[in-house]
């Protein structure tokens, strides 16, 4: 009897169990899929795949042998035409066939990620396209610049009547590198924008498709680069000041002559960026160039310190980029968006069915990481604008024409001028 | 007298290049050290959870390629072949027909094939489907939802940060392993489950 009565109620679960997962899949599948008479077959779910993986490796491959090609015709050979041609397949494998992706300059912001991002796996490639360039320039100089980078490669081939910027200018727009890496690092670690990528002015050359925003910086860019030559590099790339920071210490940079320099000032004109540095002798009183890099090394400190202030004011601008702030920041501002159905941001919020009140306090955390971001950002540039000044004022006896290290891109121009081949 | 074995000094100039060469290489080494402990020796590709998907239209226009990368792509598992199709048809359409005017798709990338009464099969024409999510939607709200959006990897660019993962309003793009691309509804969703 009792044994009867057990196998009911383990039948009624049964029973039980099996009604509920079969509701369970009608709450999946309102329409069961049906059973077909005539014998059809379903055709399967395509899956394309991506790139082969192989082929990630190979681009790694191919930098580093257009950097050793280029190490080479830039050192040894001493060959402006090999250094042109080699930037000619840089921009057509790297351009126009990778489309501009992998790319070097792009790379920061994933080493950034990640440091910042826990979750963030960098891949090897990304991580090698940061690393390689870096460690040629720490011995060779900007060998990248010269024959790698498909964004220089572009700009190279429209000098056509390159002006020389007074040296002020030069030296003001010489800190926009310096900004630009700075916000980019900002925004990679408050997750906000991968800023290098979304405003990289050639991309949409290599792709023959971008927004039409980005066209028109483009071929600004292109237009400006007839005059001011390589205007991206030398005013933009935050990449480049990586580069230059490796550079300056490199043992083995290029120079203008293979041997003694006769002073013959053939040179003087011959490089479009303004990178070589001419003979300067000591003028005027050290008394007074002493007494000025003191007064420049006291108030060192109160660049870092208004640089840095001024930036932690600028957190709430800059944090507007944050799509969760700018929603947070909408809301707020104009409640009644709230019933917009257009806007598709809001909607999808209200439907989600999150409160308000948690994406405030997300946006209250994130704006923080910027008032902390912006403290850096701020002092970093600091740093950069009294260390140039002190630099300014440190005074260096040259002999010799010599190409600027930091700036120096190893193009190779003005090997051709130098009459001095043995 | 100078003892003729005692080393060249090294002039103070280069002396200080070496230490700042050491010293960048040696945070080159720091940054490479820290990175690799994090890398993937395969890499990550963008991909949309179908689940978060909230068909918003912005994978039609923010993509970087035209048209975008995002296409619809149907579970044929999940699909009950109905005759009155959400995704297909637009809504009090005027008759259950192949015709223009009844289709919801803008650009008519859906193909209505009759296979037997009442079931009909529906299948996306990739080369035309822009990625708009409007039979997505449909598909969703009517359906079983068998309909839904993926980004296409022989179209797809990888970019750094993808164009559209960047305004989706759902949070609805992730970077899943090279090797596992696709999320698509059905054989997927165990997979999530057993993990």
């Known amino acids: 009897m009792k044994n009867r009565l057990l196998k009911y109620l383990l039948f009624f679960a049964l029973l039980i169990f099996s009604a509920s997962s079969l509701l369970a899949i009608e709450a999946q599948q309102r329409f069961p899929k049906p059973e077909f008479a005539t014998g059809y077959t379903q055709p399967n779910t395509t899956t394309p795949l991506a790139r082969f993986q192989l082929l990630e490796y190979l681009d790694v491959i191919i930098l580093l042998a257009v950097l050793l090609v280029s190490t080479w015709f830039i050192l040894y050979k001493r060959s402006r035409q090999g250094v042109f041609w080699i930037s000619v397949f840089s921009l057509l494998y790297f351009g126009l066939y990778r489309e501009g992706c992998i790319c070097a300059i792009g790379s920061i912001q994933n080493v950034i990620l990640a440091f910042v991002d826990p979750t963030y796996a960098i891949p090897a490639t990304a991580l090698i396209f940061f690393l390689l360039p870096l460690i040629f320039a720490l011995f060779f100089g900007r060998i990248f610049c010269a024959g790698a980078c498909p964004l220089g490669a572009i700009q190279d081939f429209v000098i056509f009547q390159p002006i020389e910027l007074p040296k002020w200018i030069q030296q003001i727009l010489g800190l926009i590198p310096f900004l630009y890496l700075g916000l980019a690092a900002l925004f990679v670690a408050t997750k906000s924008d991968f800023l290098i990528c979304r405003y990289d002015p050639f991309v949409g050359f290599f792709r023959f498709d971008a927004p039409f925003h980005m066209v028109v910086l483009g071929v600004l860019f292109l237009l400006v680069g007839i005059f001011v030559a390589r205007p991206y590099c030398r005013f933009f790339c935050p990449y480049g000041v990586l580069l230059g920071w490796m550079s300056r210490f490199s043992s083995r940079h290029m120079t203008i002559t293979p041997a003694a320099c006769i002073q013959c000032k053939l040179c003087a004109n011959s490089c479009p960026f303004g990178a070589i540095d001419e003979p300067v002798a000591e003028t005027g009183k050290r008394r007074s160039n002493v007494n000025r890099f003191i007064i420049y090394f006291l108030v060192f400190p109160l660049w870092v310190g208004i640089g840095g202030f001024a930036g932690s004011k600028m957190q709430v601008p800059l944090s507007l980029i944050n799509r969760t702030v700018y929603l947070a920041d909408l809301i707020i501002k104009h409640p009644e968006v709230k019933n917009d159905p257009l806007n598709i941001d809001v909607r999808t919020f209200m439907s989600l ?28 540039m600091g740093l950069v604008i009294g260390s140039r000044l002190m630099r300014l004022s440190v005074f260096r006896r040259r002999d010799d024409w010599e190409p600027n290290k930091t700036n120096c891109l190893s193009c190779a121009r003005c090997m051709s001028y130098c009459p001095v081949k043995e | 007298m100078k003892d003729p074995t005692e080393p060249i000094p090294i002039p103070r100039r280069r002396f200080l290049r070496n230490g700042m ?46 048209p975008s990368a995002v296409k619809c792509v149907h579970a044929y598992n999940l699909c009950g072949y109905c005759d009155l199709c959400g995704g297909y048809l637009k809504p009090d359409p005027n008759a259950r027909s192949t015709a223009a005017e009844n289709q919801l798709c803008p650009t008519a990338a859906i193909q209505r094939k009759y296979i037997e009464d009442p079931f009909y099969e529906y299948v996306i024409d990739e080369k035309l489907c822009i990625g708009c999510a409007k039979c997505v939607a449909g598909c969703t709200s009517f359906g079983n939802g068998s309909l839904h959006l993926q980004v296409r990897h022989d179209r797809c660019k990888n970019c750094n940060q993808c164009a559209i993962a960047r305004l989706c309003p759902a949070e609805a793009f992730t970077r899943v392993p090279v090797d596992k691309p696709y999320l698509i509804k059905g054989g997927w969703k165990k997979e999530i489950k057993k993990g």
């Open chain 2, 21 to 66: 060469q050491l010293t960048l290489a040696g945070t080159l080494v720091g940054i490479a050290g820290f990175s690799v402990l994090k890398s993937k020796a395969n890499g990550m590709v963008w991909q949309i959870d179908p689940f978060k998907c909230v068909q918003c239209g912005r994978c039609a226009t923010e993509c970087v390629m035209m």
């Open chain 1, 353 to 380: 069915g999150k409160s308000t009140e948690k994406l405030m306090a997300e946006a209250v955390a994130i704006r923080k990481q910027f008032y902390i971001g912006g403290w850096l950002l701020g002092g970093f």
